[in-house]
């Protein structure tokens, strides 16, 4: 079996990353043609990358298996940055010009008012965000997620980042941060519009120090 390798993201991993945060999300669920599915992971993607100075993948016989992006108050964004919200804003405008795109796209709007919410009585105590982490379902049990967190830790020490934050939600596989350490410091309710049982999601604030 061949090992896990972590490395910084690159630009030719954008569409594979993409495809797997799509797949992670279960974006199909809620959009049934195959192009938008393809444009709101990619919308996605820039919006994170819009809001990162730290990107690392694992993968296995070059394929990408995790992801995490991370910011740091004390350094810089990348010099990419301006082209990731570009990007970002442009996807967004082409995903949201059909139906299912702009109720999918008004689902996320209120995915940010309830995490402006959470973090709103926070807002001068961290200096570190955990923008974006994901695994694959295969990768459970080869100790990507904690490989990847323990690597993103070990910057923020280095730069001497005292409080990181995370926003996660019910649909995620919160308890992984519970069983890591991290403190849950906050939690709000929410319909999104696009929820096939009709029963609302609990929104999580997480800390770490």
């Known amino acids: 079996m061949e090992p896990i390798n972590y490395r910084n993201v690159t630009e030719q991993d954008y569409p594979q990353v993409s495809e797997m945060l799509c797949g992670i999300w279960q974006f199909d669920k809620y959009l049934k043609d195959a ?22 993948v694992a993968e296995r016989g070059g394929r990408i298996l995790g992801v995490l992006l991370g910011h740091c108050v004390s ?59 994901a695994t694959v379902p295969e990768a459970r049990g080869l100790g990507i997620g904690k490989g990847l967190l323990s690597r993103f830790n070990t910057f923020l020490k ?33 319909l999104l519009g696009v929820e096939q049982d009709g029963k609302p999601l609990h929104f999580y604030l997480y800390g770490y120090e």
């Open 158 to 190: 280095e730069r001497e980042a005292r409080h990181a934050f995370l926003l996660t939600d019910s649909f995620c596989n919160f308890g992984f941060y519970d069983h890591l350490g991290y403190e849950r410091l906050a939690e709000v309710e929410g």
């Open 35 to 56: 192009e938008i599915v393809r444009r709101a992971g990619l919308a996605f993607w820039y919006a994170y990358l819009a809001r990162q100075n730290y990107a690392e």
């Open 75 to 133: 350094l810089p964004f990348p010099a990419e940055h301006k082209g990731f919200e570009k990007e970002a804003r442009r996807f967004l405008r082409e995903f949201s010009r059909s139906g299912e795109g702009r109720k999918f796209y008004r689902a996320q709007m209120r995915t940010a008012k309830y995490e402006r919410q959470l973090l709103a009585p926070y807002e001068d105590r961290f200096d570190a965000e955990l923008v974006l982490f």
